[in-house]
């Protein structure tokens, strides 16, 4: 299936200034029955989202943290699906902390082939298709992304979750330090976290704590595609898509080469 990548960039923006418009006003929150966070910019992001993938590509069916989840006796027969988080770290949009993003990827047969990430506050967009490599378009420029060349054990960059924390992730740094001489522990909000690892700026990503499928998908193609690998933590196998349980399992996003 050929997919206009540039489309599902340009919807990603669109969505990323409508969350904007709400993120300079005083606004209100409701939680949701899981216990997040809901706000109008998830709400607005998500109509804009959904009609713009609905007149692209009708044929394709959408999977939505903010749309009602089909039953996966139906679902597990899509070829392809979209999967939306309209606005990924709704607690840091809250914080007015900018660590939000607005994240669009495409699924093929439980694989990540094409995702968008853009993060509104800093007029940044990462982007990414099987095949042809990660990109980020920063103030209209745009340029090929990849991770860093690890070239010695001086120094090891974590990223991790600046509102989820965990004792198993504050395990998992302190391993690291006798491996190498410097570790530094890199705080980041929603997928974020992906990009930051696919452009090279941190070089491991150990979520040892709940995500949603929504939640990872795009930055796994971004971060995929700059060359780093996505694995479940326990097994190391691929982190895979449109599962009957939308809860990912713990993971690592890292450089092959740890």
């Not at 860093?148 to 090891?156: E, K, Y």
């Not at 924390?165 to 705080?187: D, I």
């Not at 939308?246 to 993971?251: A, E, G, T, Y």
């Amino acid at each position: 299936m050929l997919i206009d990548i540039k489309s599902i960039v340009e919807l990603a923006q669109k969505a990323g200034k409508a969350t904007l418009e709400i993120y300079k006003q005083d606004f209100d929150f409701e939680i949701k029955g899981d216990n997040s966070p809901l706000t109008l910019a998830d709400k607005k992001s998500n109509e804009v989202i959904i009609e713009g993938l609905l007149a692209l590509y009708p044929e394709i069916p959408i999977i939505s943290e903010e749309n009602k989840l089909l039953d996966f006796s139906i679902r597990k027969n899509w070829t392809y699906c979209w999967l939306v988080d309209p606005l990924d770290g709704t607690k840091e949009f809250i914080k007015k902390n900018g660590e939000f993003t607005v994240n669009i990827a495409l699924i093929h047969n439980g694989q990540p082939i094409l995702g968008v990430v853009d993060v509104p506050v800093k007029n940044k967009t990462y982007y990414a298709q099987k095949g042809l490599g990660a990109f980020l378009v920063e103030n209209g420029e745009e340029r090929k992304i990849e991770i860093r060349s690890l070239a010695s054990t001086n120094f090891l960059n974590i990223v991790g979750s600046r509102s989820h924390s965990t004792p198993e992730l504050e395990a998992y740094v302190e391993k690291q330090k006798e491996k190498f001489e410097t570790v530094n522990f890199v705080p980041a909000g929603s997928s974020l976290k992906f990009c930051l690892i696919a452009e090279g700026l941190a070089d491991v990503y150990p979520r040892l704590g709940p995500t949603m499928e929504w939640d990872t998908a795009a930055g796994q193609s971004v971060a995929m595609e700059a060359g780093a690998e996505v694995l479940i933590y326990e097994t190391g196998e691929p982190l895979t898509y449109n599962r009957e349980d939308l809860l990912n399992p713990n993971f690592i996003v890292k450089n092959p080469l740890l």
